[in-house]
Every structure is written in structure tokens, then in C-alpha cells.
């Protein structure tokens, strides 16, 4: 089934200079990208994302870390798709623990744990269908992706002759 996923390279992802490595490793997956971008990711945003963690001890820690607390103050949001993206892309991803990921995955190459205790995990993939279409919705603008079949759109109007598309 042809699906899309919400991919995040991290902030140490970034810094650490590994956005080839990565998207070399995802081009393995045979999907095609349809939305890209280079963002620095507000509190709300971070805690939007986040929200099924908000009760979890480390959700303040997990926050931090996306909006570049730790590192740099950006991260880079793809949109993939295609023939069974999401599990595609999570193999490919390894365990969210980098100590767990299997050796040859993302996470298992670039990931750590630091003496804090943060896992540096290097990306971010959607976890199932529901969860990648609130994700690619929160993240990206209908005009930011360049397929129309994703979701349904509407067309809103801003101002006196501008109109914007926006998710229903």
C-alpha cells in the first residue's frame, strides 16, 4: 500500500554533519521525497509532536532536545512516500534506543546516549498511518508537499484576493 511518513533528521543529526549519511541510508528505501524543509522548531511545535509523551518524566528532556537546546537550533522535516513507507523507513530508522539499534541502521551507526542520559537518536520517523498523517499535517503546509494525493485539501481565503490552501 502507497503511504507517506514524517521523516526528522534532529538537531545532533544536523550538527554532527550527518544528513548524507542519512538520506544515503533512506535512498535504500526507494521512496520518494515529497516535502522538505529546514526549520527551527518552536516550544509549541516540539510539545505538539510530543504530545502522546506530555506525561512521561523525560517529556520536558525530549522537548528540549528538539527545539536544539542540545545542539543546533534546527532540524530538517521530509515528507516520504510510497509502497509501505512507514515500515520501511522505521527498519531502516532501527530502535528508537540507539543502544538497542541493530548495528547498520541510523540510529545503530549515529546514535548514543550521553552521560546525561538524552538519547542523541539522530531522526525522527512516523510510528504507524494515523501518527504520520497528524505529524506531516503538523509539520508541512498542503503547498509544502509537492503530491496532491497526500490528504484532502480545502481552499481558504487570507485576505481580500489571496486563498491558501490548508488541510480539512
Known amino acids: 500500500m502507497a503511504e507517506s511518513t514524517l521523516v526528522i533528521i534532529k538537531p545532533d543529526g544536523l550538527q554532527k554533519s550527518l544528513t548524507g549519511n542519512v538520506l544515503t541510508r533512506l535512498s ?13 522548531v518552536s516550544r509549541g511545535l516540539a ?11 523525560f517529556f520536558e528532556e525530549i522537548v528540549n532536545y528538539l527545539m536544539g537546546h542540545y545542539h543546533t537550533n534546527r532540524v530538517m522535516a521530509m ?3 510510497g509502497e509501505d513507507a512507514i515500515q520501511k ?36 520517523a512516523s510510528g504507524n498511518t ?12 498542503p503547498d509544502e508537499i509537492v503530491s496532491e494525493t497526500l490528504y484532502p485539501t ?3 481565503s487570507v485576505s481580500n484576493k489571496q486563498k491558501k490552501r490548508v488541510w480539512t
Open 154 to 156: 480545502k481552499e481558504i
Open 79 to 81: 515528507v516520504y512516500y
Open 89 to 124: 523507513v522505521r527498519k531502516i530508522c532501527g530502535a528508537t534506543n540507539p543502544e538497542e539499534a541493530e548495528p547498520g541502521t541510523i540510529r545503530g551507526s549515529f546514535g548514543r546516549i550521553t552521560t546525561k542520559g538524552i538519547y542523541e537518536n539522530v531522526i525522527h
Open 47 to 57: 510539545e505538539d509532536h510530543y504530545r502522546h509523551l506530555k506525561d512521561k518524566p
Open 28 to 40: 535504500e528505501t526507494k521512496l520518494v521525497i515529497v516535502g522538505a524543509k529546514i526549520k527551527s
Open 130 to 141: 494515523p501518527d504520520a498523517e497528524r505529524e506531516i499535517k503538523l509539520w508541512f503546509d
